[in-house]
């Protein structure tokens, strides 16, 4: 994986997980859990921003996720939260989304072919996010 793969998967898994809590949005009526997730949103936009000016400073153009993995998002986590709307379930959501994406994660970041130490530490950064929000969902388990 060379430096604009990494930097477009990390701008892609960002863009997924602002979609993926924005999703959510009208569905959580706790507003601890809103909050944390509105941090969680911010901390994915301003990694996506920054994967964003490097991937153009290299000369190449972000890409959004495609049209398809939005709408399963979108219809997943409503599917999901009709049934339980609970703070709890939400939560579970959340932790196994952040799960798959640190597992992927480390795994582009062991792929990872190339040597700029500041494309490693934004995916480094990725990583340490989704695990710290899934670490902070289980408040709410």
């Known amino acids: 994986m060379n430096d604009i793969e990494l930097l ?15 999703s959510l949005d009208g569905q959580v009526r706790d507003d601890s859990l809103r909050r944390v997730l509105s941090q969680q949103g911010a901390e994915y ?4 921003d920054q994967a964003e000016r490097l991937l153009r ?15 399963s998002a979108e219809v997943m986590s409503t599917f999901k ?3 339980d709307p609970s703070a709890s379930n939400i ?20 792929d ?3 040597g700029n130490r500041e494309i490693r530490n ?20």
Do not use: C, W
Not at 8 to 22: D, F, K, P, R, S
Not at 60 to 65: F, L, M
């Open 57 to 71: 400073s290299l000369g190449d153009e972000p890409r959004d996720p495609g049209l398809l993995a939005k709408v």
């Open 81 to 83: 939260t009709l049934a």
């Open 45 to 48: 936009r301003q990694i996506a």
């Open 91 to 110: 939560a579970e959501m959340v932790i196994q989304g952040n799960t798959m994406g640190a597992t992927k994660s480390t795994r582009h970041l062991g």
């Open 8 to 22: 477009q998967y990390v701008h892609e898994t960002a863009e997924m997980g602002i979609e993926g809590l924005n």
């Open 112 to 114: 990872y072919a190339g």
């Open 122 to 141: 934004l995916a480094e950064r990725l990583l340490h996010t989704e695990e710290a929000n899934a670490a902070q969902m289980k408040q709410f388990l």
